[in-house]
């Protein structure tokens, strides 16, 4: 049974406008999260994380929401850009270090111009 | 350039024919993970390692081996490759803490 589940396998969303991609978790072990955007040919890139003592971190024009009583994450991207096109991956970890990270299946996200 | 190198990027083999896929790190990170990535359950981990000589299971670690004899590399190693093992390989490193993985580009293996 996967842990950590990302529920929307794709979005679409208009340039400019804010995309929201959501994230559940089951084990309440976890206290450390993380999203990793991948393109082709590439391995994924670490974007952002949120410890769970926090229930927002921001960089820029991304914004990771966590509510640890809903196990639920969020990553918004405001405003989209179509460089932003590529599949998103939620992890979680039990230690800051990542060392066991436990991915989500991904969200395909297109970014029309 | 601070980056994760795996070789090769793809590989064609026979069921039953050992294989090591190779990564190497220039970061000097004390992390290193293997991740294999399959359609629909994103990227599960085989073995990981917290240093030199200490490295531990991972979510699918059955017909793997990892060996981690420098602070840099951390070779993955299939003894007897079988077709489920078809798959793309993602090798990463990590500082200590509140870092996220770098991860090389990927290998995808196909045993047939």
């Known amino acids: 049974d996967q842990q950590v589940k990302q529920n929307s396998p794709s979005l679409s969303v208009q340039e400019g406008r804010i995309s929201i991609l959501n994230c559940d978790y089951t084990?309440?072990?976890?206290?450390?999260f993380l999203w990793y955007k991948k393109y082709p040919a590439e391995g994924p890139t670490f974007l952002i994380s949120?410890?769970?003592?926090?229930d927002k971190n921001e960089d820029g024009r991304f914004t990771v929401f966590l509510n640890k009583s809903a196990k639920h994450l969020s990553l918004h991207i405001v405003p989209s850009q179509p460089g932003d096109s590529a599949v998103y991956f939620c992890a979680a970890s039990g230690d800051a270090a990542g060392n066991k990270l436990t991915f989500g299946g991904g969200t395909r996200v297109l970014v029309k111009p | 350039e601070a980056q994760v190198t795996q070789n090769p990027r793809y590989l064609i083999t026979v069921t039953g024919k050992k294989l090591t896929v190779t990564c190497s790190q220039n970061?000097?990170?004390?992390?290193m993970s293997w991740y294999r990535q399959d359609p629909g359950l994103g990227l599960r981990q085989i073995y990981y390692?917290?240093?030199?000589?200490?490295?531990d299971k991972g979510d699918v670690p059955e017909g793997y081996k990892v060996s981690r004899k420098e602070k840099r590399n951390f070779p993955l190693i299939l003894e007897s490759p079988s077709p489920n093992q078809t798959s793309l390989y993602f090798c990463?490193?990590?500082?200590?803490?509140?870092?996220?993985?770098?991860f090389g580009s990927g290998t995808r293996l196909t045993v047939v």
């Open positions: 949120i410890s769970s003592i926090k």
């Open positions: 084990n309440s072990m976890f206290d450390y």
């Open positions: 390692s917290m240093n030199v000589e200490v490295t």
């Open positions: 990463a490193s990590s500082l200590t803490e509140n870092y996220g993985y770098t």
């Open positions: 970061m000097n990170h004390e992390y």
